[in-house]
């Protein structure tokens, strides 16, 4: 199988939506649960210390010019010790992929068709991503960059729709919230807009074709991605108000539903939910896609592709197992999701780098 | 009884694709782990049609990292 190789803009794009993700379905709920109508500042805060994680990725990415993450634990840390975290990396991306499989389907059957079982929304989403996995990085990467420009229209037309509803009562007073929950929500956004990002290291240095400028379009895609998410979130707490944001499982689909233009331009709730599917497929599809190449790499497959449709079978079955109910998927993303993701994002580049200095492993 | 016989359908569907391929290449490995993986996503799947208690993989992963959470949850509250 012949390399594929990714533009910088197509990186930044990939970086976008993938850090927006699920973020923008349920951040707004879990954090404005935690420090009501401050939220919008721990969003805030929240994007800027992003900027320092993405910064360690950045660091990893460069000593590992060519290898993808997997590969480089291996070459890094010995065969043995080395395969071990590998294959728990690749069981971290692959639940990962199955949760957003699962909260897709959630969102689809608790909010849209009712009556449809969550496995159908879950068959058909899988399929689409299987279908990309198959073709591969750069066919997807290119219709990333098919959906960007619909993606910032329609986010656009979000703003502008919602914006009369606007009531400004409902974020005084402003900084009410002690600090230590606010250095909480600060550190559970973080944990869900940007640890998940390690998995871009599957694909940063390894093919992406000009090294040098990648780094900045990591992080102008992950400041986009920001201005995104701060601002659904301020959005969701001027237009709901904190107290019924943090009761609703999707507030920004709620807030979607609220549009009304003139009493003509009414429940456009579900064209507004082309932001989040997007996302989600997208983030589905890079947690996937690690998971798919990362076990061909422990495995020393050199074409993934027969890999594909039996994991994207056994993913569909992960989906249904993971979270039995709505409220055992939020005190995992409220409580474990934070050290857990840690773990992968921060120990193990932390891990990494420090070997790699101690090896004195250069980056060439 | 109808959705299990659609899951081997569906497994006998996906080795008819990708199997002649790996047949023809000599690619042994490959096949293996493709067998391996298929094998374990249709009994998984039946198991989930015939409703038996499968283990939430995410609950072990809470069993490991409950500590942990604690720990933030009481110094960040």
Known sequence: MDKQMISVRQLTIIVMFFSIGTAILIVPASISQEIKQDAWIATFLGVILSLLVVKLFIIVGNITTNLTLVEAFENILGKYVGKLISIAFVLFTFFAAGELLYYLGDFMQSAVMPETPIVAFGIMFMLVICYGVYLGIETFARSAEILFPIFVLIFVLFVIFISPQIDIKNIQPILESRTKPLIHSILLFTSIFSFPLVVMLMIFPASVNIHKSASKGIYIGIIAGGIVLVSMITLAILVLGAPNASQMSYPSYAMAQRISIGNILERIEIIMAFLWITTIYIRTFMYFYASVLGLSQILKIKDYRPLVLPMGMILIAISLIVHPNIIHSNTFNNEIWLPYSSVFAILLPLLLVVVAKFRKIKSE | ?77
């Open chain 2, 1 to 77: 009884m109808l959705p299990t016989i659609g899951i081997l359908v569906i497994s006998t569907a996906i080795s008819l694709f990708e199997m002649p391929n790996l047949l023809k290449n000599n690619k042994t490995k490959e096949l293996w782990v493709f067998i391996i993986l298929l094998l374990i996503g249709t009994s998984l799947s039946i198991a989930l049609c015939l409703k038996v208690n499968l283990p939430n993989p995410l609950d072990w992963i809470t069993f490991i990292f409950k500590p942990f959470s604690d720990f933030i949850m009481t110094t960040l509250k």
